[in-house]
């Protein structure tokens, strides 16, 4: 035993340049554990923690106290500052959020933003009054759709309209993302949709008055009208996304070529983007003003590139929105080029350590989404993977002429692509199959062409745009652009179109993610051998995905959906017109596109509606024999069990007797003796949507609000 701990001591001792790289793993550490809390502690837990914490690691180090005392203390005060820094913006951005649907109601508000989709305008509100709301439980934002012709709209304007309203929607399934702890978080307290025309009753205020988050938003709306003006079309959408973040605009059947085609995350800001723009102004600025050689040999101006490439970031990150891969990129370009300022290097996982921290410390709760978690995977692993390149490359051998130096350059560019796309995409895949249940197989075929043409063309010429803005020229620019941009998209349509260009896979078991998570740190933070320990953990992460168990019956929060497990694999909804947000988000966990198995009660529905007379049961052709139907519900019989879907009180008097579990989509005022469990009506509303998996051994039954606890961002449902 001692000789295992001199061991992992000397290991440690070697690694000591890289212990920084862990402050944000154990800052993570202590968010992830305040999210996973079932009931929301006290305010004073997470500040006593620290002060605790860092009373004893002061008298540690005090007492020179050796390190395998000082190191643990140390991790022991980051994990407790997470949880407080969770807890303290939590607290900082509650406000009320909407409890049940009312509408249509009377609201008047000011504008925050204004987002063009392909089919409705979406505005977000604040300052609301509501009609029937008080004013201490109206929420502090809202997000409502306007349909039709509406009034061109500014943030800062001030509207009326009516609009239907309710509480953010919860989590389809338990375990599925949670939308309403992201409305939360961004203070969000109600989605809806208007009713009618939105009336501008006032326009903003004089612009010397405004909030600098309202000019800021202003500017992003005009800079998108302008592109759009510029460039109509799904290839102005396009541009827009590039440049202000805006892509809700971008028809559906594009966006869903670029995501099978592996080429996403092109029309989301992130480092690649926010690194060529400030590439673009340093390498060009730098090269013009070596073009007047008194000016290059008595100033610095490397550094003064360096200066305005920062500056540049960061107005380009302000106005695309400042979305989390946006701020990490700008955090890690902002360290390279402050490098170049101090005459430092700047590439290293240091850069990529510190972005992630500050991150943290302003938005804990980024840590649960998918952005941040892939942002940050395919960061270190580049950077760590090309640590390892550097100190194994080969010496160069000089070019033989200029045919073959610039030969040499085209394909150690190509290379570069391949092995970057490589790297980021094998980072990514754990958290793409957790989150969004599917791998694009040509992804890096796809990237070999797109990426290029984005980073030599397209983006080239948006900052060109972005210069040429102020003097309304850049619709030349524009339109050079959407050459590139026209290039891309068909490259996503031919490689979407392949045979077998996704992969669908059911969602993960958060157990897998966890692996993923610290198997892939453990692999990229450390530089010795030991670092391979960490192949362990990802290879748990992928083996994960076929432990996977997809619940038998679905049911949502509102009553109106039924989906069950077909024995052959498939899965059969009752009402396959209904709720078609919540199916589709079923059928991506269960890593299936449709909904091909036949419910049997379709027949009797359609009947009933007819107020025709029906007996008997549901035919063969059912293609689920494991299911029985009449009139008022169904028995479902699978893995030994018996589960009974009633739509009607009636079916209860034989349900209660036969079945194993009710499931009951009218309220059942009635005890059931013999099944295991019974959920009702009430249960759906109390509790959101179910999810029930069933065994010879066992019979597991989950609910959202079980899952989620009581936390400040779970809306309460009243029967009322």
Known sequence: MRRVKASITALLQAEHE?????????????????????????????????????????????????????????????????????????????????????????????VVRVEATAKSLRVILERLRISGISPARTPEKIRIHLRGEQPELWPGDWVRVRAVLTPPPPPSAPGAFDFQRQSFFNRIGATGFAVGTAERFAAAADERYLAPATLLARLRHAVTQRIRDGLPGHLGSIAAALMTGERRAIPDSITNAMRDAGLAHLLAISGLHLGLVAGILFVGLRAVMSLVPPLALRFPVK??????????????????????????????VGLILLAVLLDRRGLSLRSVAWAALIILVLQPESLLGASFQMSFAAATALVAGYEVLREYRPAREPATGPLNAIFRHVGLYIAGIGLTTLIA??????????????????GLLANLVAVPITALWVMPWAVVAFLAMPSGLEQLALSVMSWGIAAVVGTAQTVAAWPGAVTLLP???????????????????????????????VALAFVS???????????????????????????AVDTPGRAAFTRDMWLRRAGLT????????????????RDEEVNGIIGEDSMMPDFTCDITGCLYRI?????????D?????DDCWHAEIVLSLVPVRRRCPTPVAVIDRFDLWRNGAHAITLSPENILVESVNGVRGDRPWVVGRRLD
């Open 507 to 537: 969602a993960m078991p958060l157990w897998g993610l966890i692996a993923a998570a610290i198997g892939g740190t453990w692999l990229c933070l450390w530089r010795r051998g030991w670092r391979l320990a960490g192949l362990v953990g």
């Open 425 to 442: 995409g094998l980072a990514k895949a754990p958290f793409a199959a957790y989150h969004f249940g599917r791998v694009a197989d040509y």
């Open 639 to 647: 893995a030994g069990r018996t589960v009974a879907i009633a739509y």
């Open 303 to 332: 550094k003064w590139a360096a200066a305005v490439a920062i500056a540049g970031a960061f107005q380009f990150g302000l106005i695309a929105g400042a979305t989390v891969p946006t701020q990490r990129a700008f955090v890690a």
């Open 649 to 653: 009180e009636a079916a209860l008097v």
């Open 18 to 110: 890289r212990w920084a790289l862990w402050l944000p793993v154990g800052f993570g550490t202590g968010i992830a554990g305040y999210f996973s809390l079932a009931s929301e502690p006290g305010l004073w837990i997470g500040s006593l923690l620290v002060v605790v914490g860092s009373a004893v690691l002061a008298i540690a180090v005090l007492y020179r106290a050796p390190q395998r005392i000082t190191i643990p203390l140390i991790s022991l005060v980051l994990i407790c500052a997470g949880f407080a820094a969770a807890q303290w913006r939590t607290a900082a951005v509650d406000a009320p959020m909407l409890e049940k649907r009312i509408g249509p109601t009377g609201i008047a508000a000011r």
């Open 545 to 571: 995905t076929t432990a996977v168990t997809t619940p038998h019956l679905l049911v949502d929060g509102d009553g109106r959906l039924v989906a069950a497990r077909t024995a052959d694999g498939r899965m």
């Open 594 to 609: 449709v909904a091909d198995g036949k419910w049997p009660s379709a027949a009797l529905k359609d009947a009933r509606n």
